[in-house]
């Protein structure tokens, strides 16, 4: 009895240590936390879209592709094109309502709407990954140059990538 009882001992502590250290299965990936991303905004969603693929936009294949107050006004804007970065945009061809270049930023999170930092002016934007509408309220005429410099009205521009 005397020799059983130590080993009786050490069978309970080699059984209790055993059950303690149980090895992980090595077929399961230990749980890692996995902190989501925040989700952007719809003005971050936009300027993604405004200036994916270089961020250029040309003309909709539409005769009409500029109006204003729903009038057709394209051969005022002959070769125009419009590239976006994250914080500016340049122009080409003729543009008498845009500037060769400018800063502009969203009015806010809904990504709608950007102001033109040279003039303050506001324009509505609508933009998917191949279309994008651009209006902006031109309240400027001029006398001089006549209506090759600007027309007074909502212009509306149809662009695609």
Known sequence: MKHIQPL????ALVLIVSISCKKDDPGVDPVVPVTPEP????????????????????????SN???VEGVNVTDLFKDFSI???????TTSGTTPV????DTW??????????IRKSDGKEVTITV?????KLIVDWVQTTTSGGRTKSIKGKH???LVK
């Open 65 to 67: 592709w500029v109006t």
């Open 83 to 89: 590239t976006f970065t994250a914080t500016g945009y």
């Open 105 to 114: 930023s969203f009015k806010d999170n809904t990504g709608t709407v950007f």
């Open 8 to 11: 009786f001992f050490l069978f």
């Open 128 to 132: 998917t990954e191949t279309t994008l």
């Open 98 to 101: 845009w500037s060769r270049s």
């Open 39 to 62: 989700e952007q905004t719809a003005a971050q969603k936009a300027t993604t879209l405004l200036t994916a693929n270089g961020g250029k936009w040309n003309p909709a294949a539409l």
């Open 156 to 158: 509306e521009f149809n």
